[in-house]
């Protein structure tokens, strides 16, 4: 139903800002849509699903990285800032898009990759062409270990390992000295001490703001800010490599580098525009001080604390059983610590992470029923939603085969190290990599039950998961009762609802092992929100018999009174104070 805001509630939105009641959702672009037959996702593509958008209620598109790229991380390592890869188009197809998007009332915000860049950017050229060079000091150069053999094992400047597998650092023959990459060796590190580098940075966001985006989702952009000694990290027992973080996540100059940028970038534009940090290891003390508003740095970071509960000692590569009471101490710390200074940002899955409906929910018997109930508790936590592609369908993880059927440079090197180094079998490491790879959420978005799911004429990429038959856009975009239209509605409710957008937020039964209950309130009105996370019937007790006559305003079951929960049912019922 839609909810009619009182002239009160409608002031009292007003001066709230306005990503608060928005969604956004993230396009990654080489799987989204194909419109010349190349196999891979394009911008001409995506243009020509803006309507599909629109119909789903979207107000912000988030796009991964389109720049000019050789793509050894899929677009994460950028040659040039200021130009489009042509295998997704070209600038004047962007306009186009950026175009399209703002007739429909939506905005465009960029990925900004600029912990590091392309081996073959125009900068690290000229850094790796002699000791001498003027931009040799935009990356982190360092001498081999003393007493190592240049170029041998083990003579890496410091022990630090790099999240993509094998050693940080890469050697060069060419002027004898080795630089940090804490991604692919293809991905050196820039050196954000260096004050040239934050201005031809900062040059460059405020040429695609002047162009017309509406701002920037920040790849690892808490690792900018190093301790210039780049001392060794601590090593645990069995692993091959230091951990670096220590020195790298929320480095000594992190806050300044943020300000600065702030003040050089953003400060003085008259346009509603969003920052977004994406921030591994972050903390809720931290982020309090990163989105607090006076402070001027970010309007919301993505944390991970939510995503590494089904993960022994935070390695993917050794999944284990989520605990919805662990997951409901994450998330209600986190609306707790954000509450009163800052923002969060709130999200299941993204093209990081496996898909939400397989990890969290039933992808089998339940998967419809799930993955709306999962659409239900997530937007309605206090925050800004993010939908990931095909997450609104209900898409699910793939089954891959052989290692060669994978296309993730982390799952790539992760098997290569473990089966050469760390004496796995292949049989063990696929097994481990099937939950949790990164290409889960990279098989192409499933528009239809045609060849290739409608995503391409030519081979795709990578592989359209099978049950593209069943799970897609066209058979439930016109579908009241799809995942699709639940998504629809649950976006309505947060545009039209101001309790869902600027309500308190209480977490309820937090020992339940099953049901995840919160509430939202402001001084005339309550939501209570009760989600199933389990495949069996529940009842809840919640001590307040007043619920049992509220307005039920949302559920994906047809409607029963009282507060039990059939297997993976969700209730939202709202009443006025």
């Known amino acids: 139903m839609t909810i009619q805001e009182t002239e009160a509630e409608a002031a009292f939105r007003a001066g709230r800002e306005w990503f608060k009641s928005a969604v956004v959702y993230q396009i990654y672009p080489r799987s989204f849509a194909d419109s010349n037959g190349d196999g891979v996702g394009d911008l001409r593509g995506i243009i020509g699903r803006l309507d ?34 042509p295998v997704f188009g070209d600038l004047e197809t962007l306009d186009e898009l ?39 000091d935009w990356y982190w150069w360092r001498t081999p270990r003393s007493g190592a053999e240049p170029g041998s094992a083990w003579a890496e400047p410091n022990n630090w390992g790099s999240a993509f597998s094998g050693p940080a650092w890469e050697y060069d023959a060419a002027t004898g000295e080795c630089y940090l990459h804490l991604f692919s060796k293809k991905q ?47 090593k645990a027992e069995g692993m091959l490599y230091g951990d670096g973080s220590p020195h790298y996540i929320c480095g000594p100059r992190i806050h300044e580098f943020l300000q600065e940028m ?41 944390q991970f604390e939510h995503v590494a509960l089904d993960q022994e000692g935070g390695n993917k590569w050794r999944p284990k059983k989520l605990l919805l009471t662990d997951l409901k101490q994450s998330l209600g710390r986190w609306q707790e610590g954000l509450a009163e200074r800052g923002w969060n940002s709130l999200y299941w899955g993204n093209h990081d992470q496996a898909r939400a ?94 060849r290739n799911a409608g995503f391409t004429t030519g081979a795709p990429w990578i592989a359209v998961n099978p ?3 069943t799970i897609n856009a066209a058979a439930q975009v016109d579908d ?53 996370f389990s495949g069996t019937s529940q009842r809840c007790d919640l001590g307040d018999d007043a619920w049992n006559g509220a307005e039920r305003v949302l559920g994906n079951y047809p409607a029963e009174p009282g507060l039990e929960l059939r297997p993976w049912e969700v209730k939202v019922f709202r009443r006025t104070m």
Do not use: C
Not at 56 to 78: A, E, F, H, T
Not at 203 to 228: H, Q, T, Y
Not at 397 to 424: C, K, P, Q, W
């Open 357 to 450: 409906v397989s990890r969290f929910g039933d992808d089998g018997e339940y998967r419809e029923l799930s993955a709306k109930m999962l659409a239900a508790v997530l937007h309605l936590h206090r925050g800004t939603p993010y939908v990931y592609q095909g997450e609104e369908l209900g898409m699910t993880n793939m089954a891959f085969g052989a290692i060669s059927d994978y296309r993730d440079i982390e799952v790539l090197n992760h098997h290569r190290e473990a089966t050469t180094h760390l004496g796995h079998t292949d049989a063990e490491v696929l097994a481990a990599l099937a939950p949790l790879n990164r290409d889960n959420a990279r098989t192409p978005v499933q528009w239809d039950a045609s």
């Open 480 to 532: 009241p009762d799809s995942v699709f239209s639940f998504y629809r509605n649950v976006i309505a409710l947060r545009h039209a609802d101001p309790v869902v957008a600027y309500g308190d937020f209480t977490m309820l039964l937090p020992d339940d092992e099953h049901v995840y209950a919160f509430r939202r309130s402001l001084p005339d009105a309550e939501m209570l929100v009760l989600g199933n």
């Open 98 to 136: 950026l175009a399209g998007l703002h007739d429909r009332g939506m905005k465009l915000v960029m990925d900004l990759v600029v912990n590091h860049t392309s081996d073959e950017h125009p900068w690290f050229l000229e850094s790796r062409s002699s000791k001498d060079n003027p931009k040799r």
């Open 262 to 302: 702030h003040q050089e970038v953003f400060a003085g534009r008259d346009k509603d525009l969003l920052t977004v940090g994406e921030m591994p290891g972050v903390t809720v003390e931290d982020a309090v001080l990163f989105t607090d508003p006076g402070r001027q740095e970010l309007d919301m970071v993505f």
């Open 52 to 85: 599909y958008l629109q119909k789903l209620g979207v107000d912000v598109v988030w796009l991964s990285p389109v720049y000019r790229s050789p793509q050894d991380d899929n677009g994460y390592d950028i040659s040039d800032y200021r130009d489009i890869d």
């Open 188 to 234: 050196p590190d820039l050196n954000w001490e260096n004050p040239d580098v934050r201005a031809a940075i900062y040059d460059m966001m405020n040429w695609w703001l002047d162009r017309g985006v509406d701002g920037f989702r920040m790849d690892v952009i808490n690792f900018i800010s190093k301790e210039p000694s780049l001392p060794d990290g601590p």
């Open 467 to 469: 049950n593209a038959n």
